[in-house]
């Protein structure tokens, strides 16, 4: 009885130290808001992190004491902007996700956020190179095409810019195409995966739907294109001017986050996300990120995939997505100069 404990024990020991060796610290820069308090619930879940670090200007330390009665493995420390508290909350960590900043209104557009949460990022991105320039960065703060490139450049000033490791956040967009068209067809969402190219806002965000190996009609094209591409305001007019996605951008910002775990800590190979990225695709015509599926690895983005056969009607999306994304890249792009 004593030896068969005893080696049990030990078993469970060498278990627990080889995946505790794989285990990181993650921050949340934004904790306390609307996607932040979701977000890090299912952080804490997360088997991959060791220490859920938080950070927001106000309330995270009620927010940390709250999650850190949860009986999962990692420890959860709160920070705020008192002494300092950004140094403590990102040094060390390994992937840092960022839903820092204000919300859209009714009849506001992503790139209305610009002048309040552009500052936000940019002074972020600066403590970060400082104090985590090795991180994994995942940024929710909208507007995502013009937030990543502030971030970039910020980095690039401080001489600790790696493309592998930063990341636009654009996974809500897969989210809910792969649930709209589901509806339409009567699919489980589960079998349905929809390859969404492009940014995150309006006609940006342009979805494959010729991809998905399913049969559309014309009229069922407009209404998901129309739906996947504005999906977004439909939450802001349901809050009725209390904010926007938070619920479900929490879902997505936690199967990115840990997508990027997966594949930089967790040893999985060919895990396989869309984002936000410094890429090539679309260089020629000046657009320096587009979001595209990308392959994760240890060091971040392996490689990024093509844009793969697309319509007529794709390519016409097309067409709208890249001389507003090259707008909103050039946007933040001067701002960060
Ligand atoms: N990428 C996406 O798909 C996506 C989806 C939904 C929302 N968003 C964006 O995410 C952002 C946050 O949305 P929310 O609903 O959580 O807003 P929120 O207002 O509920 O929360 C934002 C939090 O950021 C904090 N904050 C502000 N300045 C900060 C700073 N300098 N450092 C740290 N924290 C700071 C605030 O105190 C607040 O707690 C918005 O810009 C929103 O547009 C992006
Ligand atoms: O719509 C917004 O402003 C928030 C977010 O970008 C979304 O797509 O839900």
Do not use: W
């Amino acid at each position: 009885m004593f030896a068969a404990s005893r080696v049990f024990s030990t078993a469970a020991k060498r278990s627990f130290s080889t995946s505790a060796a794989n285990l990181s610290k993650v921050a949340v820069v934004g904790a306390a808001g609307g996607i932040g308090q979701p977000l890090s619930l299912l952080l804490k879940e997360n088997p991959h992190v060791t220490h859920l670090s938080l950070y927001d200007i106000v309330n995270t330390p009620g927010v940390a004491a709250d999650l850190s009665h949860i009986n999962t493995n990692s420890k959860v420390t709160g920070h705020t902007a008192e002494n300092n508290g950004i140094e403590a909350a990102l040094k060390d960590a390994h992937l840092v996700v960022i839903p820092a900043g204000v919300p859209r209104k009714p009849g506001m557009t992503r790139d209305d956020l610009f002048n309040t949460n552009a500052s936000i990022v940019r002074d972020i991105a600066t403590a970060a190179a400082k104090h985590c320039p090795n991180a994994h960065f995942l940024i929710i703060s909208n507007p995502v095409n013009s937030t990543v490139p502030i971030f970039a450049e910020t980095m690039k000033k401080a001489g600790v810019f790696n493309p592998k490791r930063l990341y636009g956040v654009t996974t809500l967009d897969v989210v809910r195409a792969s649930r709209f068209v589901s509806e339409v067809k009567s699919l489980d969402p589960k079998d349905v995966n929809v390859t969404v190219i492009g940014g995150h806002s309006g006609v940006t965000i342009v979805p494959l739907l010729s991809q998905t190996g399913l049969e559309f009609t014309k009229e069922e094209l407009d209404a998901l294109t129309h739906r996947i591409q504005f999906g977004g305001d439909e939450v802001v007019q349901a809050k009725n001017g209390t904010g926007s996605a938070t619920l479900s951008m929490a879902f997505a910002g936690a199967r990115f986050a840990n997508s990027v775990l997966e594949a930089t800590v967790g040893g999985k190979k060919n895990v396989v996300e869309p984002s936000f990225v410094q890429s090539d695709i679309f260089a020629a015509e000046g657009v320096e990120y587009f979001s595209t599926n990308v392959t994760l690895g240890p060091e971040g983005v392996e490689k990024i995939h093509a844009v793969g056969q697309v319509t007529d009607y794709e390519k016409e999306l097309i067409s709208k997505a890249v001389p507003e994304l090259k707008k909103n890249i050039a946007k933040g792009n001067a701002f960060a100069q």
